[in-house]
């Protein structure tokens, strides 16, 4: 059974950190690409993030500069630093994997459950 785990979320203040982790079981997502999404209350999910097997990577606008997708292969774990972060980073951030570099959801076949993340004074 695919498994994937998010962890790492939390509160935080404006303009502080937080790295997510997101671990993989059940098979190896060597050769797909991995990503991250986020859903904001009363919000459809959007992209945040997506890291191909080769280690291209793609953001969205929003969060350019200020978030950094990365993975271990050999763990299979992909990561989403963020720093900067503000009040409209708030939200379930969802880990994805299975399939070709891509910001639609569509494309992605497992998903875990997500991590809070709350940005606030």
């Known amino acids: 059974q695919v498994q994937l785990v998010e962890s790492g979320g939390g509160l935080v203040q404006p303009g502080g950190s937080l790295r997510l982790s997101c671990a993989a079981s059940g098979r190896t997502f060597r050769n797909d690409a991995m990503a991250w999404f986020r859903q904001a209350p009363g919000k459809e999910r959007e992209f945040v993030a997506t890291?191909?097997?080769?280690?291209?990577?793609y953001y969205a606008d929003s969060v350019k500069g200020r978030f950094t997708i990365s993975r271990d292969s050999a763990k299979n774990t992909v990561y989403l630093q963020m720093n900067s972060l503000k009040p409209e980073d708030t939200g379930v951030y969802f880990c994805?994997?299975?399939?070709?570099?891509?910001?639609?959801?569509?494309?992605?076949?497992?998903w875990g459950q997500g991590t809070q993340v709350t940005v606030s004074s």
């Open positions: 994805a994997a299975g399939g070709d570099i891509s910001s639609h959801p569509v494309t992605y076949r497992y």
């Open positions: 890291i191909a097997w080769s280690g291209v990577t």
